[in-house]
């Protein structure tokens, strides 16, 4: 709904826009929508001009129609699927994660989910050398661990033979690489978050080729802490926003041919009810997969590593099921 | 330049109006100039201007992270942030068992957590470290100093003093055993009268002083540069009584926590925060869990649980981004928080050995 300004198109002047705004036409949507022969009349403008002004705005502003066989051709050519690094979790998910689409990994706290991206952001840079950006809302990215799990994948590659202890304190050179290809960005609210996703839009768009490089995927963890400030209470802004997030973030996975991996928390509905995804029906809608993690011990007194992940939506598999991890 | 209006951080109503007139990116809206503006929209010529140097505050922030300025981004690549987690320091508890399986001790720039039942020795820890983080650096520590903001009244300075006493001592014994320069000349300015002057302590009765503490703690902390550590007993507190509105506390709860994170952040220091026990009630039997509810689990990044076996305490790390879940058994004494000392006294000449910044230890427990 772009109001009407002079200098939108050419042909489109000052006074027209003020004999339009006269007859309550002030947005483009207005401008298009209404009868051009009535308009004519009334603000006694040519009807020619007018017609050549719709025909530049309905070029700039509208869609245009595609066919199913193009987009199923486009999609085939742009789409990656990114293997995670962990071959139950790529079963789980149909061989891995699909650029252009929205993946997300729910949990309680301490479940894992903040160890499963650092576990798929490692893979993603070490084995595929693309790089990752990685957007910390909570404060939980330990590089010390990243950079372990980097060594227990290289572990049985034969360049850890070859390896030279190097002068940066046993770090070696392919995990410093990888290292290196990982970018960290630490938002800790809504709007940081949103400039944040704008930059990086505007760099891909201008195809600044430093020291980014070729970016393959996203990972944002996690998104119900920016978010959960704003919702509640009686102001409704918060979904608002939230949505807008989403937008941001499925156009970007889209237009770009990322992978982005959200995560989110579990709430209960009352204190014996069971758990279900934060941030309510709305943003249920926004990833395409949702895979569940818990933790198999119920109690805190025993110590475990092992984690139940299921799937509980996705465009691809059956949901349902289930599959052992190990962290 | 392309930002949308609705990403901008301006006041729902203005945006709202923003959106019925049509504007939909930043620059539509700096094209338009003030005057403009407040005739489209309708609203006064002051509220129009604000406005707009708000979007162009945003936009060239934008413009000069694109243009690859540092700004004030946190973006940085996982190898530096490597190194710098490599040279932070830790805060050390004086028990060596927690501090192993903490990784080192309490993390600076990370919320830690601890809950537990009454009486278990949340608070007795979070004492020790207001004292444990004066350390200078020369015995291990990270030489910074405390704020200690207490809602429920369990601040006990006497004990503190004891704490601080025995730290000293310890620092003492060290100093002797090995001898050195720095140790001497740190020593002088480690005393009882330095260490209890730099814990700074603010006393919130209800919800509402916590929060307004909370939101003013930043400036305090640009003045006071070289504090290292927030520690807040009891965040349950006012949180759990008289409120009637359950999304509002989940609201606040929230807000505060990335306020938290955000001062963990942006002054490299750590956050403690301790947290009360509540019983959840499950199909065939009734559990201790963590209070405030499952939103609030998300918001520390390590947390603990104190807990009694019989008379024996045991800690166990529930929560924590680099290290696994273990449980070991504390100790506490008329010095502070210490390990259990076992049965044959075998002294921890490996300990030493896996944290090389531990100093070992020459004293044993005198009681």
Redesign the interface.
């Known amino acids: 709904m772009v109001v009407l300004r002079a200098g939108l198109c050419p042909g489109l002047t000052e006074d027209m826009i003020q004999l339009l705004r006269a007859n309550g036409i002030r947005t483009v949507v207005d401008f298009v929508s209404s009868d051009l022969e009535d308009v004519a009349q009334k603000c006694s403008l040519s009807y020619k001009a007018l017609v050549a002004v719709r025909r530049v705005l309905l070029a700039q502003f509208s869609a245009f129609p595609a066919n199913g066989a193009d987009l199923y051709e486009e999609l085939k050519s742009s789409t990656a699927i990114l293997p995670t690094g962990s071959p139950s979790l790529d079963q789980l998910l149909d061989s891995g994660l699909y650029t252009g689409e929205v993946t997300e990994l729910m949990g309680a706290p301490g479940s894992g989910k903040t160890q499963v991206c650092l576990g798929i952001a490692a893979s993603v840079s070490l084995g595929l050398k693309q790089h990752v950006l990685f957007l910390d809302s909570t404060g939980g990215f330990t590089a010390s661990r990243l950079y372990q799990m980097l060594q227990a994948q290289t572990e049985d590659e034969e360049e850890q033979a070859r390896q030279v202890l190097g002068r940066l304190r046993l770090c070696s050179v392919p995990q410093l690489e990888a290292l290196q290809r990982i970018q960290v960005v630490r938002v800790f609210s809504i709007y940081e978050l949103l400039s944040a996703l704008q930059e990086l839009r505007d760099r891909l768009s201008q195809q600044v080729v430093s020291s980014t490089g070729p970016l393959k995927m996203v990972v944002l963890d996690s998104v119900s802490a920016v978010i959960y400030p704003l919702l509640g209470g009686r102001q409704s802004e918060g979904l608002a926003l939230m949505m807008q997030l989403s937008r941001e973030l499925k156009t970007l996975a889209r237009e770009f041919s990322l992978a982005v991996v959200v995560t989110n928390q579990v709430t209960r509905d009352s204190s014996t009810g069971p758990l279900k995804p934060a941030l309510g029906r709305s943003w249920s809608f926004v990833p395409s997969t949702r895979v569940l993690l818990e933790g198999k011990e119920a109690t805190w007194e025993k110590a475990t590593t092992q984690r139940l992940a299921s799937l509980a939506k996705s465009p691809r598999q059956p949901t349902g099921m289930q599959v052992e991890l190990d962290i | 330049m ?3 209006v ?4 301006l006041a ?1 109503a203005l ?1 709202a109006r923003l ?1 019925a ?4 990116t930043a620059q ?1 809206l700096l ?2 100039g003030p005057c403009g503006l407040s005739k ?1 929209i309708g609203i006064s010529r002051e509220e129009a201007l604000e406005a707009l140097q708000v979007v162009r505050q ?1 936009c060239h ?2 413009a000069a ?2 243009a ?1 300025g540092s700004g004030a ?7 530096e ?6 040279t932070q320091g830790f805060i050390i508890t004086f028990c060596s068992a927690l501090d192993n399986i903490l990784g080192g001790g309490v993390q600076l ?3 830690t957590e601890i809950c537990g039942a009454p009486g278990v020795g949340k608070t007795q820890l979070c004492m020790q470290l207001a004292v444990d983080v004066q350390i200078p650096e020369c015995f291990g520590g990270v030489a910074g100093e405390a704020v200690f903001i207490d809602t429920e009244g369990s601040f006990m300075v006497d004990r503190v003093v004891d704490i601080a006493a025995a730290c000293v001592q310890h620092c003492h014994l060290i100093a002797e055993a090995q001898q050195e320069e720095d140790h001497q000349k740190a020593l002088e300015t480690f005393s009882l009268e330095n260490i209890l002057s730099h814990i700074y302590y603010f006393r919130c009765r209800d919800y509402i002083e916590l929060l307004a503490q909370v939101y003013l703690l930043p400036e305090f902390l640009s003045e006071h540069s070289k504090v290292r550590l927030v520690v807040i007993d009891g965040i349950a507190f006012p949180f759990r009584h008289d409120f009637e ?1 359950l ?2 506390r ?2 606040l709860l ?2 505060l ?2 306020q938290l ?2 001062i ?2 942006d002054h490299t220091s750590a956050v403690v925060l301790t947290n009360q026990m509540t019983t ?3 199909q065939s039997q009734s ?1 201790l869990v963590p209070a405030l ?3 609030w ?5 390590v ?1 603990l ?1 104190f807990h009694w076996d019989n008379s024996q305490r045991l800690a ?1 790390l ?2 924590s ?2 290290q ?4 070991i058994a504390y100790h506490i004494t008329s010095h502070g928080f210490r390990d259990v000392q076992p049965p044959a006294a075998t002294h921890s000449a490996e300990g030493a050995e896996m944290n090389p910044r531990k100093r070992p230890r020459t004293e044993e427990e005198k009681q």
Request: net charge negative; aromatic share 2%.
């Open positions: 392309q930002r949308e609705g990403t901008l951080p729902p945006r959106a007139a049509g504007f939909q539509e094209d338009t489209e945003e922030g934008d992270r694109t690859g981004t946190r973006r940085c690549t996982a190898l942030l490597l190194e710098e987690e490599q720039t990370k919320i509105d999304s509002l989940t609201r929230n807000g926590a990335q994170i955000i963990a952040n959840r009630i499950g559990m509810g499952e939103s689990g998300h918001a520390a990044t947390r649980i166990t529930y929560k981004p680099s696994k879940e273990s449980t």
